[in-house]
């Protein structure tokens, strides 16, 4: 299937918002719009990053959720979603009804021993796999590890993320991104 051809967008007016770091993060090969292929790339890494097989019912499940996640921020179906398209799109709805679901079928991904949590290196794993900056995996977990058990849980991660995402108070904001 031919890629869809894409005009440039202009920028993020502030490129350390929230949302257009994440954004920023969604376009894996940095051309300015995150494509299909830029999405489900991140479910790839991961699934190669935590060595799983193709048939893998974890991984089967990120590709699910990742396709229902796709369809809907890629609503006119033309295989690209702008950074206008992604500011318009994303809120806290939408990371309850679709992102949340996606992120955390990740998640169950690095989780190798399916205890619900990350140790550091489950999700040092993720970060590196998702495309998030290597040198503040320290700083991040610290930030999720609230009570300093040396596990981050899932709904920890997730409710991060959300908050993040909607503006609210982040523990690991700066640190994730």
């Known amino acids: 299937m031919p890629l869809p051809s894409t005009k440039p967008h202009p920028a993020p007016a502030d490129p350390t918002a929230p949302k257009a770091r994440i954004y920023a993060m969604l376009d894996t090969d940095g051309d300015g719009v995150a494509s299909r292929h830029d999405y489900f790339v991140r479910i790839e890494r991961t699934r190669q990053a935590t060595g799983r097989d193709d048939d893998d019912p974890l991984v089967t499940a990120a590709r699910t959720t990742g396709e229902r996640a796709w369809a809907a921020m890629d609503a006119n179906g033309d295989g690209v979603m702008t950074y206008p ?7 806290a709805d939408k990371f309850d009804t679709v992102c949340q679901y996606a992120l955390g079928a990740l998640f169950d991904l690095a989780d190798a021993d399916q205890d619900g949590t990350l140790d550091r290196t489950e999700f040092t794993t993720l970060r590196r796999a998702l495309g998030n900056r290597a040198d503040n995996a320290d700083a991040a977990f610290a930030a999720l590890d609230g009570d300093g058990d040396g596990r981050v849980s899932r709904q920890e991660y997730l409710a991060s ?5 909607t503006g609210d108070t982040s523990p690991m904001g700066d640190a994730l991104y």
């Open 85 to 91: 398209e992604y500011e318009a799109w994303v809120d």
């Open 161 to 165: 993320i959300r908050a993040y995402v």
